[in-house]
T-cell receptor
Framework: EDKVVQSPLSLVVHEGDTVTLNCSYE??????LLWYKQEKKAPTFLFML????IEKKSGRLSSILDKKELFSILNITATQTGDSAVYLC??????????FGTGTRLKVLA | NAGVTQTPKFQVLKTGQSMTLQCAQD?????MYWYRQDPGMGLRLIYY???????DKGEVPNGYNVSRLNKREFSLRLESAAPSQTSVYFC???????????FGPGTRLTVL
């Protein structure tokens, strides 16, 4: 059975800290992995990863995939209060079925 | 360019009532999806439509029906609502050339 585990479940940090969020997966016929940020509304797309070892960056956020060890990490440097959200990862097998994790809830204190 | 839109934003139903959630996208995407999101459960796929004219069951289809009206629109119908269907419902769409999904703003449904 396909599954994804995100850790930690929740995290509280102070502004300026760096955080690392983890996503481990077991998916048949893995094709890609997506990261989303969800505040009090719809998930918004952050990254799509398909290749191992290639870091994707967007401002203070970056992510990398390890297809051998079956995990991905999302890093956020110099955190801001606006980064407070639930971060979701979703491995995808290419058959229209995305397996969403339950997310990591990040709270950044001023 | 509105992306993915959903109506209504909020709805309260009594057990046994029916309703249809509407979803439309203006990104010319082929695939569309309906998810429900419950606390501690993550997003679960109800139904999806790979292309206009096709629909398929996802992980939790019981109690729901869908219609892919045209390329833009994908509706979700609850024929006889139950309290277990209280949830936040998200519609999403995705293109052929990318694995990325884009989500609508969601509908918060409460069934009493």
């Amino acid at each position: 059975e396909d599954k994804v585990v995100q850790s930690p479940l929740s995290l509280v940090v102070h502004e300026g800290d760096t955080v690392t969020l983890n996503c481990s997966y077991e998916v048949t016929n893995f094709r890609s992995l997506l990261w989303y940020k969800q505040e009090k509304k719809a998930p918004t797309f952050l990254f799509m990863l398909t290749s191992s070892g290639i870091e994707k960056k967007s401002g203070r956020l970056s992510s990398i995939l390890d297809k051998k060890e079956l995990f991905s990490i999302l890093n956020i440097t110099a955190t801001q209060t606006g980064d407070s959200a639930v971060y979701l990862c979703a491995p995808y097998s290419g058959t229209y079925k995305y397996i969403f994790g339950t997310g990591t809830r990040l709270k950044v204190l001023a | 360019n509105a992306g993915v839109t959903q109506t209504p934003k909020f709805q309260v139903l009594k057990t046994g009532q029916s309703m249809t959630l509407q979803c439309a996208q203006d990104m010319n995407h082929n695939s569309m999806y309906w998810y429900r999101q419950d606390p501690g459960m993550g997003l679960r796929l109800i139904y999806y439509s790979a292309s206009e004219g096709t629909t398929d069951k996802g992980e939790v289809p019981n109690g729901y029906n869908v219609s892919r009206l045209n390329k833009r629109e994908f509706s979700l119908r609850l024929e006889s609502a139950a309290p277990s269907q209280t949830s936040v419902y998200f519609c999403a769409s995705g293109g052929l050339a990318t694995d990325t999904q884009y989500f609508g703003p969601g509908t918060r449904l409460t069934v009493l």
